[in-house]
């Protein structure tokens, strides 16, 4: 991965559906001569997947909570019940494995406090191994998710 590798993945972050000539434009190569290194990329996983970045609010999801959870074992098939049972659940759309006082860390994303009591009461609460879980919920974003921090990827 080179430098202008670097200055493709840093367009791409802020804008996926930017056209080849333009971003080519960007940074110095020609529009055939990037697509070739946009697909290096993709093939070498450096570019995973192309997603559009949704409005939550505008779709009616103003709540978003974070939950911690702390399982009762942590042996291995208590983490991957736990965790195949937390994919079934849409309305968690992140959950990690932690270092620390808790297992994960889940963020969830809803309409309001009312769907959060029920999804708490017929879905989490049943999720397996749980010994304990902490709520806690999003006042305001100070800083979105903004990209990765390209200035500190290693060139060579």
Avoid: W
Avoid at 16 to 35: F, Q, T
Avoid at 127 to 138: D, Q, R, S
Avoid at 141 to 150: D, E, I, K
């Amino acid at each position: 991965m080179d430098d202008l590798d670097l200055k493709i993945l840093a367009h791409l972050q802020v804008d996926a559906r930017i056209s080849m000539a333009d971003l080519g434009g960007a940074i110095g190569l020609s529009a055939s001569a990037c697509h070739r290194r946009v697909k290096l990329l993709e093939e070498t996983g450096a570019i995973q997947r192309y997603v559009a970045e949704l409005g939550r609010e505008v779709l009616g999801l103003r709540v978003e909570l974070f939950v911690r959870v702390a399982l009762s074992s942590q042996a291995g098939s208590a983490l991957e019940a736990f965790e195949e049972a937390v994919r079934r659940v849409p309305e968690i759309v992140e959950c990690h494995l932690l270092a620390g006082h808790s297992d994960y860390l889940m963020r969830i994303v809803i309409g309001d406090m009312a769907e959060y009591e029920a999804l708490h009461r017929t879905r989490l609460t049943k999720l397996p191994g749980i010994a304990k879980m902490e709520t806690t919920f999003n006042l305001r974003t100070v800083t979105p998710y903004r990209g990765l921090p390209l200035g500190r990827v290693a060139t060579g």
